[in-house]
């Protein structure tokens, strides 16, 4: 299938810190890009959907001044964690889609992100 | 969001046996039902899909099951093995590029030696 790479895989950082995880499609280009949230044991929330050169579309109750996400080519989207406390701790993982026609999505390997 | 509903949330099976999820949907708009597998601390991996031209697909040990009428559809995993053991996710969506997947909650299977 085709790849999707997030960088960092981890990442922990101090309170009040910002934090910017990559997301980048490795053989194909992505019109569009998902980000999307999981806590422990529990399922994929989408956060937002990111289209190339325009803004995002974030989810009901998503905070888009805190979730900063950015789409500058058709191979690389960012999710900036701005001003980070604990209960942002969780690991996002972004997906893209391969085809003009179809709704398949992969995924990264996500990023988990730890506030002290 | 969309529902999907997805059952049981967790899942024993002896090395083997056959290990059923069940998903339901609401949304007569979806049209593409894929399922993810998820093992700890990585990101999901697309398993099989299906979309609703048919009633079943089946790839090497794996089967979806359609039901469009009732809106439901499952998986089915064959000689389940050990290294089966991990989380499942149905998804729902609309099978169009640039629309976004709905999860159910996930399933966690366990195969037993």
């Known amino acids: 299938g085709a790849v999707v790479s997030q960088h960092p895989s981890r990442v922990i950082c101090k309170s009040g810190t910002s934090v910017k995880i990559e997301c980048r499609s490795l053989d194909f280009q992505a019109t569009t890009m998902f980000w999307y949230r999981q806590f422990p044991k529990q399922s994929l929330m989408l956060m937002a959907t990111?289209?190339?050169?325009?803004?995002?579309?974030?989810e009901q109750g998503v905070e888009k001044d805190k979730f900063l996400i950015n789409h500058a080519s058709l191979t690389l989207s960012t999710l900036t964690v701005t001003s980070a406390h604990p209960e942002d701790s969780s690991f996002y993982i972004c997906?893209?889609?391969?085809?003009?026609?179809?709704?398949?999505?992969?995924f990264g390997e996500g990023s988990r992100l730890t506030v002290l | 969001q969309q529902q999907v509903k997805q059952s049981p949330q967790s899942l024993i099976v002896q090395k083997g046996g056959i290990s059923i999820i069940n998903c339901a949907y609401e949304?007569?708009?979806?049209?593409?039902f894929p399922w993810y597998q998820q093992f700890p601390g990585k990101g999901p991996a697309l398993l099989i899909a299906i979309r609703p031209d048919v009633s079943e697909k089946k790839e090497g040990r794996f089967t979806i099951s359609f039901n469009k009428s009732a809106k439901q559809f499952s998986l089915h995993i064959m000689d389940s093995q050990p290294g089966d053991s991990a989380t499942y996710f149905c998804?729902?969506?609309?099978?169009?590029?640039?629309?976004?997947?709905?999860f159910g909650k996930g399933t966690t299977l366990s195969v037993s030696s």
């Open positions: 997906s893209a889609s391969t085809g003009y026609y179809t709704g398949e999505l992969f």
């Open positions: 949304n007569t708009a979806f049209d593409y």
């Open positions: 998804a729902a969506g609309e099978d169009q590029a640039g629309t976004a997947l709905i």
């Open positions: 990111s289209n190339e050169g325009s803004k995002a579309t974030y």
